[in-house]
């Protein structure tokens, strides 16, 4: 498993942008698959993004098609969510998460390492 830590999580207004950050651990980080998953008070995790070991794979929730956009860079470790458009129902908490065994899926369960997962708050 690697360790994940989230970042860029904050207070923005409909219409707006913000980009996260998702700093990974260890020296195997270019081999996970990793992923955006969001969850908003009361409500179960949602998949948002994720992305393969290369960047040449990706998969979109249609909710942020067009909206989000998930890139990775494997010499920092670093994994990127750019959120523009942002609606009042984007407000969740952001989790990153990585898979060591491809792609994954839409189910959380399929995730085996989580971050502690950063804020996003979008007002109308």
């Known amino acids: 498993q690697v360790h994940l830590v989230e970042s860029g999580g904050g207070l923005v207004q409909a219409g707006g942008s913000l980009r996260l950050s998702c700093a990974a651990s260890?020296?195997?980080?270019?081999?996970?698959?990793m992923g955006w998953f969001r969850q908003a008070p009361g409500k179960e995790h949602e998949f948002v993004t994720a992305?393969?070991?290369?960047?040449?794979?990706?998969v979109y929730a249609d909710s942020v098609k067009g909206r989000f956009t998930v890139s990775r860079d494997n010499a920092k470790n670093t994994v990127y969510l750019q959120m523009n458009s942002l609606k009042p129902e984007d407000t969740a908490v952001y989790y990153c998460t990585a898979n060591s065994d491809g792609l994954g899926s839409s189910a959380p369960s399929t995730w085996g390492s989580w971050g502690q997962g950063t804020q996003v708050t979008v007002s109308s």
């Open positions: 992305i393969n070991w290369s960047g040449g794979r990706i």
């Open positions: 260890g020296r195997t980080f270019s081999r996970y698959a």
